[in-house]
């Protein structure tokens, strides 16, 4: 069974750091390009980051760029988010989400198959 | 940027009934599209990838149509389980990858 478990959420003061992990199973994470999507309260869904199966490519959303990192553990099947000089709008639930290998479209790119239950970044003084 | 739109935002419809929801996306994504389900509380869940095609253990009752710029989610006949939030996102063109704002089914 696919599993992805978020942590590392929690209340952090403006300007703070905070890194989150997503813990993968079920699945050979070595192969799947993986994903960070946030959700703030009552809002829609943000696309936050992306890294390929390698972490050779990585993009980030223009909202987090210079500030967040993204980075994976293939040995640990890990999956991390290095979060710095937050501010009130990353307040968020943070998932973790799995590309789809099998459903690559003509693109080349891929839906989210699996999903996190995702945690909880609170940024407030 | 592709920008994707979402209509209506709120979709009041009584258990049985038809619903159907529209995405619309600034410029053709072709077929690289998607809809996800979400209810309060829990993570987004895959419904339709490549624009008409269900994911594993999506009831029929799901299907979507579209290509291009115009998308539909259509549920035939709503059950209780069915009401939530309703994203499209299109992965057509990243990064970066685009949802849209989401449509709320709720009970009439």
């Known amino acids: 069974e696919v599993q992805l478990v978020e942590s590392g959420g929690g209340l952090v003061k403006p300007g703070g750091s905070l890194r989150l992990s997503c813990a993968a199973s079920g699945f050979t994470f070595s192969q799947y390009n993986m994903n960070w999507v946030r959700q703030a309260p009552g809002k829609g869904l943000e696309w936050v980051s992306s890294?390929?199966?390698?972490?050779?490519?990585?993009s980030y959303a223009d909202s987090v760029k210079g500030r967040f990192t993204i980075s994976r553990d293939n040995a640990k099947n890990s999956l991390y988010l290095q979060m710095n000089s937050l501010r009130a709008e990353d307040t968020a639930v943070y998932y973790c989400a799995r590309d789809s290998l099998a459903l690559r479209g003509s693109s080349g790119y891929s839906p989210f198959d699996y999903w996190g239950q995702g945690t909880l970044v609170t940024v407030s003084s | 940027e592709i920008v994707m739109t979402q209509s209506p935002a709120t979709l009041s419809v009584s258990p049985g009934e038809r619903a159907t929801l529209s995405c619309r996306a600034s410029?053709?994504?072709?077929?690289?599209f998607a809809w996800y389900q979400q209810k309060p509380g829990q993570a987004p869940r895959l419904l339709i990838y490549?624009?008409?095609t269900r994911a594993t253990g999506i009831p029929a009752r799901f299907s979507g149509s579209g290509s291009g710029t115009e998308f539909t989610l259509t549920i035939s006949s709503l059950q209780s389980e069915d009401f939530a939030v309703y994203y499209c996102?299109?992965?057509?063109?990243?990064?970066?990858?685009?949802f849209g704002p989401g449509t709320k089914v709720d009970i009439k």
């Open positions: 490549g624009a008409s």
């Open positions: 890294i390929s199966s390698s972490s050779r490519d990585i």
């Open positions: 410029q053709s994504v072709s077929s690289n």
């Open positions: 996102q299109q992965y057509n063109y990243w990064p970066p990858n685009t």
